[in-house]
């Protein structure tokens, strides 16, 4: 079964509107999680590293103010989409590292569509 | 030069084919190499791990690495319309989970 669940797998919004997106660790604790951004036929684009309780750390390019990353607990990341705009839709993509394992597993992914 | 390149495909193979699925890289010091499965509009889901060069095997799955070539190969034998995703490889210098490097993926379509 699932070892990292993300919610929701799909989510259409207005533009300027925010969207929050979910991703849990389920059987085992992460310090760490990972958010990608996936467009069609591409691979995965880092974005940002998502550590428990501290700042995440966003890759270049990356808007801190538009990507809000929050990892209140062990289990638990969050990445807000703020205002968004159509631009901003595309496939997301949350991962966690489970030390146990030495491997990271994917979350679902959430298809966002901004209209 | 990217730091990783795969063959985007697609790639089309009839039932029971043996399919190879091929990543090249620049970085020497990748040790970690990963093979994910990704269903459409799914999460990707790791199919094979390894570390260093040599080969591992998984059912009807082999990964192969070799470090010296910078390259790293993945076999589907008897090949299911299921395979039917894009796979993606993916190698890193560290074990911590950051720094993974992505392919782009392989999208891999077996017929019945």
């Known amino acids: 079964g699932a070892v990292v669940s993300q919610h929701p797998s799909r989510v259409i919004c207005k533009s300027g509107t925010s969207v929050k997106i979910e991703c849990r660790s389920l059987?085992?604790?992460?310090?760490?999680m990972f958010w990608y951004r996936q467009f069609p036929k591409k691979s995965l684009m880092l974005m940002a590293t998502?550590?428990?309780?501290?700042?995440?750390?966003?890759e270049q390019g990356v808007e801190k103010d538009k990507f809000l990353i929050n990892h209140a607990s062990l289990t638990l990341s969050t990445l807000t989409v703020t205002s968004a705009h159509p631009e901003d839709s595309s496939f997301y993509i949350c991962?966690?590292?489970?030390?146990?394992?030495?491997?990271?597993?994917f979350g679902q992914g959430t298809r966002l569509t901004v209209v | 030069q990217k730091e990783v390149e795969q063959d985007p495909g697609p790639l089309s193979v009839p039932e029971g084919a043996i399919v190879s699925l091929n990543c090249t890289y620049s970085?020497?010091?990748?040790?970690?190499f990963m093979w994910y499965r990704q269903y459409s509009r799914k999460g990707p889901e790791l199919l094979m791990y390894?570390?260093?060069?040599g080969n591992k095997e998984d059912g009807r799955f082999t990964a192969q690495v070799d470090k010296s070539s910078k390259y790293i190969s993945l076999f589907i034998r008897d090949s299911q319309p299921s395979d039917s995703a894009t796979y993606l490889c993916?190698?890193?210098?560290?074990?911590?989970?950051?720094?993974?490097?992505f392919g782009p993926g392989t999208r891999l379509s077996v017929l019945p």
């Open positions: 991962s966690a590292f489970k030390i146990a394992k030495g491997q990271a597993f």
């Open positions: 390894t570390y260093s060069s």
């Open positions: 998502s550590n428990e309780g501290s700042k995440a750390t966003y």
């Open positions: 059987d085992f604790q992460a310090t760490t």
């Open positions: 970085n020497s010091a990748f040790q970690y």
């Open positions: 993916a190698m890193s210098a560290d074990n911590y989970g950051q720094n993974f490097v």
